[in-house]
T-cell receptor, first 112, second 112 residues
């Protein structure tokens, strides 16, 4: 089945620990995005990547890092520098030449 | 700065009671306006893309329309399964790799 997968669905971490969220797609999409969603807020852009080995900061990149070593994968690391990491994290991708972003199922991160 | 405002924040309808959700926007160089549906704890599901004023798109009980300043999502004779949060987003030019700027959403509850 083609699609975007995010793992794990739920993630719990202690304060001060780094954690990596997985995002994989087998749709052959070129661009990939990470958003953060908080209650009562719109989705906010963390990082995006339009091609392999290249990525750009979004509106709220502080405390986060990414890599894009393969077209299919765009992992997000939430570092200990992120002051309020508890949130719902969404990964999206877009085919080349298209505008529509398709979202994965999300990862809910809770920092204790 | 691009802005997207959705209203109302929450809407409760009786089954069969038609209504409209509003998305007003200010953006430099609109590339596209997107509507998504999001169920609790899940990723957004794509509904429509609108590109120019006067454009309309329909899918089952939903119809999206676009003017130069706002978009409406009309829901005709809704059913309980239409209950969800509806998200509006705009895409502007090539800044941020065509990332989406989201509103906060309208939470719709349809009761039997």
């Amino acid at each position: 089945d083609g699609g975007i997968t995010q793992s794990p669905k739920y993630l719990f971490r202690k304060e001060g620990q780094n954690v990596t969220l997985s995002c994989e797609q087998n749709l052959n999409h070129d661009a990939m995005y990470w958003y953060r969603q908080d209650p009562g807020q719109g989705l906010r852009l963390i990082y995006y990547s339009q091609i392999v080995n290249d990525f750009q900061k979004g509106d709220i990149a502080e405390g986060y890092s990414v890599s894009r070593e393969k077209k299919e994968s765009f992992p997000l690391t939430v570092t200990s520098a992120q002051k309020n990491p508890t949130a719902f994290y969404l990964c999206a991708s877009t085919p080349r030449g298209a505008d529509t972003q398709y979202f994965g199922p999300g990862t809910r991160l809770t920092v204790l | 700065e691009d802005q997207v405002t959705q209203s109302p924040e929450a809407l409760r309808l009786q089954e069969g009671e038609s209504s409209s959700l509003n998305c007003s926007y200010t953006v430099s160089g609109l590339r596209g306006l997107f509507w998504y549906r999001q169920d609790p704890g899940k990723g957004p599901e794509f509904l429509f893309t609108l590109y120019s004023a006067g454009e309309e798109k329909e899918k089952e009980r939903l119809k999206a329309t676009l003017t130069k300043k706002e978009s409406f999502l009309h829901i005709t004779a809704p059913k309980p399964e239409d209950s969800a949060t509806y998200l509006c987003a705009v895409q502007a030019g090539s800044n941020s790799g065509y990332a989406l700027n989201f509103g906060k959403g309208t939470s719709l509850l349809v009761t039997p």
